[in-house]
């Protein structure tokens, strides 16, 4: 399929798009997984080349050639996924999480090969991922605060850590601040180039994907704004709809909008529909 006729409405514009899906390993052999092929996030990552974007791919176990003129980071874990976004999105401005992330993984990672017995396996306990995209919403939420942007919702994650690129890794729920006194306004760390009102505030666009098998618009609506990203793509998955086809349906939610809806057709044109609406948020 060869990509033409479309704008150059992201030249000089850094996306970050992740892809795939991550595995958490239960032992040498065996992982935790999901379906996602990475389909919809290498047409993401085409078609924002296209447009002139300058693009990082960070594709979780997915089996696809490198798309042209992206760079490619290649991950497996959800802690390795979460690492690179995070890095990428500190000089971004857009942040599209593609991917199917892993919501669990093993509490414990068994160093040897788990072995079949007479007796009953033992069970695999599993503890929560943290949830990337809505840390980039949180990150930039206190990124506008210490800029001083007017700052939406309670604060409760107040003051969470360093900012994004600084390398600094927080666990699931840890709520600590890490210096800076509460109430003084100062983020334990300094979000790269954030010179104050005007500067850097994270990236200006966030982007996520839902997959939902049932109460579609509404679930959607509800994650829209618990994870403050400012679009959602809400397609309804199983029964062969979404994964490892070529096409898909969706209904992208707008922050502050009416949703657009994406008839079912090749899985670039909901790619394109996505960045015309990026497009119209940057400018
Ligand atoms: N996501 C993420 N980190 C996670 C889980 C999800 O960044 N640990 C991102 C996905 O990349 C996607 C969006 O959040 O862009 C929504 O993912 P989804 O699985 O639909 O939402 P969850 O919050 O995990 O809710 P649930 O699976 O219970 O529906
Ligand atoms: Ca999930």
């Not at 390398?167 to 729920?173: C, F, I, K, R």
Request: glycine share 16%; hydrophobic share 40%; aromatic share 2%.
């Amino acid at each position: 399929r060869v990509l033409r006729g479309r704008p150059r409405d992201l030249a000089g514009r850094k996306v970050v798009v992740s892809a795939g899906g991550t595995r958490e390993a239960i032992d040498p052999v065996r992982y935790i997984g999901n379906r996602s092929t990475g389909l919809q996030g290498y047409a993401l990552a085409r078609t924002a080349v296209a447009r002139g974007a300058e693009v990082t791919l960070v594709a979780a176990n997915v089996a696809l050639p490198d798309p042209a003129g992206a760079r490619v980071v290649r991950v497996e874990s959800t802690a390795e996924l979460r690492a690179a976004v995070l890095e990428a999105a500190g000089s971004a401005d857009v942040v599209v999480m593609a991917a199917a992330v892993a919501d669990f993984r093993p509490a414990t990672r068994r160093d040897e090969k788990i072995k079949k017995t007479d007796g009953e396996p033992d069970p695999i306990y599993v503890t929560k991922n943290p949830d990337i995209l809505a840390e980039l919403g949180e990150r930039r939420r206190q990124a506008a605060a210490v800029a001083g942007h007017s700052v939406v919702g309670s604060g409760d994650g107040a003051s969470r850590g360093a900012g994004p690129g600084s390398g600094a890794e927080l666990g699931p729920g840890d709520g600590a601040l890490t210096g800076g006194i509460p109430g003084d306004g100062v983020l334990a760390g300094e979000v790269p180039g954030s010179g104050g009102v005007g500067g850097r505030v994270g990236p200006r666009v966030i982007v996520g994907f839902a997959a939902e098998t049932h109460d579609v618009l509404a679930n959607g609506r509800a994650k829209l704004e618990r994870k403050g990203c400012d679009l959602l793509v809400v397609n309804k998955v199983g029964e062969g709809l979404a994964f490892g086809t070529p096409d898909n349906a969706a209904t992208v939610l707008v922050a502050g909008g009416d949703p657009v809806e994406v008839p079912l057709g090749p899985k670039e044109d909901l790619a394109d529909t996505v960045w015309d609406l990026v497009a119209a948020r940057l400018s």
